[in-house]
């Protein structure tokens, strides 16, 4: 890979991680907003839906794994 795709794929991953970055805010803000917590945010528990022509997040994630998660003050 020559130097100029290599930086390009670092622009393009770095985009791409503020992306799912905001996606998983605006998530978690509602979350938090209806009183619930997650408990155990991690990477291996979001998922992400990317389209296929420029792997851009298409604001639609899933958080998973709601085994610690509860309403604020009660766990």
Same mark, same amino acid.
């Given at each position: 890979?020559?130097? *100029?795709?290599?930086?390009?794929? &670092? *622009?393009?991953? &770095?985009?791409?991680?503020?992306? /799912?970055?905001?996606?998983?805010?605006?998530?978690? !803000?509602?979350?938090?907003?209806?009183?619930? *917590?997650?408990?155990?945010?991690?990477? !291996?528990? /979001?998922?992400?839906? &990317?389209?296929?022509?420029?792997?851009?997040?298409?604001?639609? /994630? /899933?958080?998973?794994?709601?085994?610690?998660?509860?309403?604020?003050?009660?766990?």
């Amino acid at each position: 890979m020559n130097d *100029i795709s290599y930086q390009y794929c &670092r *622009i393009k991953k &770095r985009q791409l991680e503020k992306d /799912i970055y905001k996606a998983v805010k605006e998530a978690l !803000t509602l979350f938090h907003k209806d009183g619930y *917590i997650h408990g155990d945010l991690w990477e !291996t528990n /979001i998922i992400v839906k &990317r389209d296929g022509v420029n792997s851009k997040v298409l604001g639609n /994630i /899933i958080l998973v794994d709601f085994g610690w998660a509860g309403k604020k003050n009660t766990i």
